[in-house]
């Protein structure tokens, strides 16, 4: 037991990225506990829920176990469909992404119980005090909860429109909870697998294939070939707003958003000529979401996009670039000619006036003036640790009298939702990750990265604006998306070096 925790506890710092080295049956044990958790609260509330997801998760093991590669692919491939699963198989299958993935997981980590040695899992300085911070707020928003065990009927919170039992509320705890987990081991897989670049292109084929099944759901809602409901349940919300293959519009336009640069960088670099059809459709999906902060993100990184390829003098790409908006402009106005003013009509309308004043302000803000407002007297509330993870909507409405209204489960910014759940201290830690790996990029590898790495960075600055105006990061399709891109453009040749070192190792005890 004690050389275990020796193990367990023993690390050697290389720079960027620290191996911390753990015996396979810990982490097989900690993501089966995860499983059975996150499995058991959701299958309390929908027992049809649970009974699908056993086959996913059996058939995630084995592949898993059998080509870690593989399995990475097809994950990929279903992040754009995650909604059409939630229709056909009449459950929530945004839910279905996380405990596929850790069951992937725990296949993957069965392959390396034969060694008895162990392994490393190399992550980067600040992810690590990121998954240690967080863990532990999640671990204290638990504990506030175990007095009321096993009462799980007892209600923990009242919301305007509903009661919250205690089982809800463990529910939310750990899909918050859940989505870090395996956000960040998805981070350090696709890492290690992308250290070969070609992985990197296969993955991206992946992703665009998805993206083409999408568009062709998207299509067919827009010429009302698909029904508007039903068993594909869609979210038309007025103003021609579409879900598509997604659980929500806004989920389709920031998830678009993202490939959109990931695509760009893609067919720049390496990329098969049939992949260029993938650019107008993106841009379609984008302008049927009906998503202002996806236009934002596609705005925001095509500036950034631009900046970097100036500083390495790569004039075809400014020319590419340029051709893309001419196409995106096109497809707007046919859109707003066929459609009428829709929300992202009106959104471009009102950034492109000359007249700003206070009101005009407000006019292109919108709701967010609202949800800011609830989010920050939450905050101000609990500034030191926030009301808990998973917990921002359940505490929210204890603050009713200061608020105007009580209208999401998020505060509308994910840096103020942070704070409201985290306080300052989870702030802090989530603002040192994300600057952590903008300023490596900037101060040591702009001038050495291939297009596509530019491209993923730009969009992934693009995300950091957008997110001021929407908590995008609580769905689970851009959160897997969001760490894929770190994943993409972290500084790499300290982490190449950790791996060759690790098989000089398993060579000499070969």
């Known amino acids: 037991m004690k050389k275990t925790i020796e193990k367990i506890l023993s ?117 690590w005090i990121f998954l240690v911070v967080f863990t532990l707020f999640a671990f204290f928003s638990i ?59 296969l993955f991206i084929k992946m992703l665009m294939i998805g993206i083409i099944i999408s568009f062709l759901f998207g299509l067919g809602q827009v010429m009302r070939i698909l029904p508007l409901g039903g068993i594909f349940q869609n979210f038309f919300l007025g103003g021609s707003r579409y879900n598509t293959t997604f659980i929500d519009p806004s989920s389709l336009g920031i998830f678009c958003a993202l490939s959109f640069a990931i695509w760009l960088g893609y067919i720049l670099y390496n990329g098969h000529k049939i992949y260029w059809i993938c650019g107008p459709m993106l ?25 970097v390829t100036l500083i390495q003098q790569k004039k075809f790409s400014i020319f590419i670039i340029c051709i893309s908006l001419f196409v995106f402009v096109a497809m707007f ?17 009102n950034l492109a006036s000359t007249k700003w004043d206070v009101d005009h302000l407000k006019k292109i803000l919108g709701d967010r003036v609202i949800l800011w407002q609830a989010g920050w007297v939450t905050f101000k509330k609990n500034p030191i640790f926030g009301v808990g993870t998973g917990q921002y909507l359940m505490r929210m409405p204890e603050y009713k009298d200061e608020i105007s209204m009580i209208v999401n489960d998020n505060s509308g910014n994910m840096y103020l939702h942070i704070a409201a759940e985290n306080g300052v ?8 990750l994300l600057g952590t790996f903008v300023r490596r990029f900037v101060t040591e590898e702009i001038k050495k990265k291939k297009i596509i790495e530019v491209a993923s960075f730009s969009s992934f600055i693009g995300l950091l604006v957008a997110i001021f105006f929407g908590g995008h990061l609580l769905s689970f399709s851009v959160s897997f998306l969001f760490w894929f891109q770190l994943a993409i453009f972290a500084p790499l040749p300290s982490y190449s070096r950790i791996l060759k070192d690790r098989s000089r190792q398993r060579a000499k005890i070969a």
């Open 333 to 349: 106005n046919f859109h707003k000619k066929l459609n009428g003013p829709t929300r992202i009509t009106n959104y471009v309308n």
């Open 143 to 201: 504990l506030s909860h175990v007095k009321y065990i096993p009462d799980w009927k007892r209600i923990v919170a009242h919301l305007p429109w509903a009661e919250v039992p205690l089982a809800n509320a463990f529910g939310w705890i750990m899909l918050s909870f859940l989505n870090l987990i395996a956000g960040i081991l998805f981070f350090e897989w696709v890492l290690t697998i992308t250290v070969e670049k070609k992985n990197v292109y």
């Open 11 to 127: 690390f050697k710092s290389s720079g960027f990225f620290i191996p911390i080295v753990f015996p396979p049956y810990v982490v097989i044990s900690g993501l089966c506990l995860c499983w059975i958790l996150g499995l058991g609260i959701l299958g309390y509330s929908n027992l049809q829920m649970f009974w699908w997801y056993i086959p996913f998760c059996f058939l995630a093991i084995f592949l898993g176990y059998r080509n870690p590669l593989y399995f990475l692919c097809c994950f990929i491939l279903i992040l754009p469909l995650a909604g059409f699963l939630n229709a056909v198989l009449s459950l929530k299958a945004i839910h279905l992404l996380m405990p596929i993935f850790l069951s992937g997981c725990i296949g993957r980590f069965l392959r390396k119980i034969p060694s008895r040695s162990g392994d490393k899992i190399i992550l980067p300085k600040p992810v």
């Open 283 to 307: 841009m379609f999906l984008i302008l049927i979401s009906g998503s202002r902060s996806a236009v934002l993100l596609g705005l925001v990184g095509i500036l950034v996009f631009v900046g």
């Open 425 to 432: 201290l989870g702030l802090i830690v989530f603002i040192y």
